[in-house]
């Protein structure tokens, strides 16, 4: 197995994890970041076949400008939007321009990817785009209601976008995850992890090797699909 696969907040957590399985697929493999650039360089000195690009993904330009750099080399097949944030808070108490950053950086930058990247793959008549969700795109919790509609978008979008992809043989799916042990979940938890693993039924947190196999899973086409929205966790994902 080969080809090019773009994963975007692809140097730490999830997305590393969902990195590391394509570069051992035999894939090229581009990721972005935001503002690690220590992490960036530790990966790339440990892959041959990784590049990593600091990139906004809420800027047009930015997404477009690495589009380009990575089309000169070949079509990607796999695209995985994995980049965002969490900004939890209670709506009466924040600001606008908090909630909005929240959407532009989730949903926005899934869009602008989906936008550059979804042409070049149906026009070569093959592709894979993963979504990540999460599981507050429908199960609603005091304070998260910024990232519970970022995330309901994306899903949203992947549908529309299944639809329209798939005669031209391009699989769009979303993977929505419960809790996940990375760095955005402890500055969710804050300390408080003891009594979030008493909320889940499994009494388990995932691991992001976890969401990896998944989102794997469907851009490889192991699991061979289009507009499913995967939930993948311990039953905090029930109701």
Known sequence: ?????????????????????????GYRVFVTYVRDEQAAAMFMAEYPDLSAWQVDGRRVGEVQKLRDRIFAEGTPSVLVNNAGITGDGIFLNGSLEAFHQVMETNFGSTLNYCHAFAPIMSGARFGNIVNISSVAATKIKLGNTAYGCAKAAIERLTLGLALELARFDVKVNGVAPGFVETDMFRSFAQGGEREILKSIPGRKIMQPEEIANMIFLLASRQFNTTGTIVKVGNGENIG
Request: contains cysteine; positive net charge; charged residues 20%.
């Open 1 to 25: 197995m080969s080809g090019i696969a773009v994963i975007t907040g692809g140097t730490r957590g999830i997305g590393r994890c969902v990195a590391e399985k394509f570069l051992e697929a």
